[in-house]
Structure formats: structure tokens, C-alpha cells
């Protein structure tokens, strides 16, 4: 009882060390085999829904298996770090970027608290061998985050933490240290189908199903190739990912502005005319997003995407 006393302090502690360096939740799964997601994931590459995505059929056993990526893995830590910002675009007719790419890139600023929690984890709490994630390795983040008690997974596949809604990036730590771990939260999605009926492109085939090759953001970021022909006019203006399904989410009624300074909008994105926009040249494109997660797409990405969403008369 002493033991289970003992580790239960330990995680109160290492959660309240995740708040303090700015994180918006924590929860703590065993690192078991995820068996389900495992054949979710399996099914999901079998229909090709993973379109140009091939790094996703690599490595499927590691991304089930935690021990896979740290030898005596014994628990899953999982972060949250609220992204919803207080102002958006100004111009309502401006090529639409989705939320969580107005500032800095977030891998690298989730990714920096997570490494300064894990050497606390290490000096304080026990001596842990463990690694983190952002996005960059082969592990179901929104699974662990489930199993951790933070949330659950949408219909639009999204996590959904039901104090905060699903604008929130994902950080994961894995260690070797056993931990106090958290109940599953039960979905609560009832019967509601809104983000299944707004997306424009019926990309959500199913509850928690998603197909890739009709998602806007997959189209407008992870696309090599052009964007179908058949979607025009159905982005929505979208030009950089997509919040569509999280926008008309419920749950989402109750987000509140972030207070992570480091993901502040870019000086200017914000009052981006579309005229700005549509006439920007690659200098332009380098400058205005400079250490930016809208820098993945390349400017000749970004102007396939702009080509593609172009009103005629413009």
C-alpha cells in the first residue's frame, strides 16, 4: 500500500511540475500493447486511406508497442497544450490557415517542455531512461492521450478533452519508471454528427473514421500532388490545414485562449489581406513564415494551394 502511496505522490508531482511549465494537461497510461489500435490502423492502411502518407505503413509494430522505443518501457506520460487563440484572421475572405499554424512551430515549443519534464522526472522524482514525442516518431499519440484519461477520440478523429475541446497539441513521454495511472474518460459524443456533416469533402467516412484522401489538411499540407480536380470549390478558402470539423464541434464551444506566449501569432498573418496573399512572392513567403509549421508545405505547395482556391473573377 506504502508502494502504490508512493507512486501516486510521484505523479502528483510530475503533473503539477506539467502545469507549471505550461502545459494544460496530464494524464499517465501503463505502457501496455495497443491491441485495438493496432488493427484500426492495420484496417486503415488497407482501404488506402493514408493517401500519399507511406512513412504510416512504416514501422506499425513499434507505433502498438512502447518497448519498441524505450527498453523497459513502463509508462506513457501525455501533455496537452491549449492552442485556441484569442483573435483570427481579419479579412473574412483571406485564404484560410488553420489555428494551430498562426505562430511558431509547435513541435519544437511542445518539444522543449517536454524535454525540461522528463529531466525533472529524471533528478527528482527517479532515475528514468525515457524519450519524448512530438508528432515525429511512430507513436499513436491521441490513443495514449485517450488511455491516459485526458479525453477521447471524436468522430473527426480528433482527441477531445472535455474541459478544454480539441484545439490542444500532444506531447508523449515514455519511461521506465512505473507511475500511478489514470482512469479512461468514456466518450461523450453521443449522437451528435456535426463535423461529419461540415466537412465539404466528406472526408469523414465513418465515426473516427477518417480518409486522407479527401481531408483538406492532408490536401493542402502532406500532398505532393495536386489536389483533386473534383474538390473544386469545396476547400472552403481553406489554404493551410483545415478546422472545420473542430469548429462546429460542441465541445469546442467551451475553448478558451491560450496563454503560451510562444505560440503567438506571426507578426502580420493575422491582417493578411487576400489580396496579400494571392500576389505573395517566395522572399515573402520565406520571411513571413520563418520558423513556422506553414513552412512544411514549401511556397510551391502554397501556391498550388492558392492556384486551387482562386475565385475566377480575381
Not at 508512493?6 to 505550461?22: C, H, T, Y
Not at 506531447?171 to 461523450?188: C, Q
Request: glycine share 6%; net charge positive.
Amino acid at each position: 500500500m506504502k508502494a502504490m502511496e508512493n507512486l501516486s505522490v510521484q505523479s502528483s508531482m510530475i503533473k503539477a511540475r506539467a502545469f507549471k511549465l505550461g502545459f494544460d494537461g496530464c494524464g499517465i497510461a501503463r505502457a501496455d500493447m495497443l491491441k485495438d489500435d493496432a488493427i484500426y490502423l492495420s484496417e486503415w492502411l488497407s482501404r488506402r486511406y493514408h493517401a500519399g502518407m507511406a512513412y504510416m505503413k512504416k514501422y506499425t509494430d513499434v507505433r502498438a508497442d512502447p518497448s519498441k522505443l524505450v527498453e523497459d518501457a513502463c509508462s506513457v506520460i501525455s501533455l496537452l497544450l491549449n492552442y485556441y487563440p484569442d483573435k483570427t484572421q481579419i479579412d473574412p475572405e483571406a485564404p484560410v490557415v488553420a489555428k494551430y499554424a498562426y505562430g511558431r512551430d509547435y513541435h519544437k515549443v511542445v518539444k522543449n517542455k517536454l524535454k525540461r519534464l522528463l529531466n525533472y522526472i529524471d533528478s527528482e522524482i527517479a532515475p528514468a531512461n525515457g524519450r519524448v514525442f512530438v508528432d515525429s516518431a511512430p507513436v499513436l499519440q491521441k490513443a495514449w492521450a485517450a488511455r491516459a484519461g485526458l479525453g477521447w477520440i471524436g468522430k473527426n478523429t480528433c482527441l477531445i478533452a472535455p474541459q478544454m475541446g480539441s484545439f490542444c497539441f500532444i506531447g508523449t513521454m515514455i519511461v521506465n519508471i512505473p507511475l500511478h495511472y489514470d482512469e479512461v474518460v468514456t466518450a461523450s459524443c453521443g449522437d451528435c454528427t456535426l463535423c461529419m456533416e461540415a466537412c465539404p469533402t466528406q472526408a469523414i467516412v465513418a465515426p473516427r473514421v477518417l480518409d486522407a484522401r479527401r481531408c483538406i489538411a492532408y490536401l493542402t499540407i502532406e500532398n505532393q500532388s495536386g489536389i483533386p480536380e473534383e474538390l473544386a470549390g469545396k476547400l472552403q478558402n481553406r489554404v493551410f490545414g483545415c478546422d472545420i470539423c473542430q469548429d462546429v464541434c460542441p465541445w469546442n464551444h467551451r475553448a478558451v485562449a491560450h496563454q503560451e506566449k510562444d505560440i503567438e501569432p506571426l507578426p502580420g498573418i493575422l491582417e493578411m489581406s487576400r489580396f496579400d496573399w494571392h500576389k505573395m512572392d517566395e522572399e515573402q513567403f520565406d520571411r513571413m513564415f520563418k520558423g513556422s509549421a506553414v513552412k512544411r508545405t514549401g511556397f510551391a505547395g502554397m501556391k498550388r494551394n492558392l492556384d486551387f482556391i482562386k475565385p475566377r473573377n480575381f
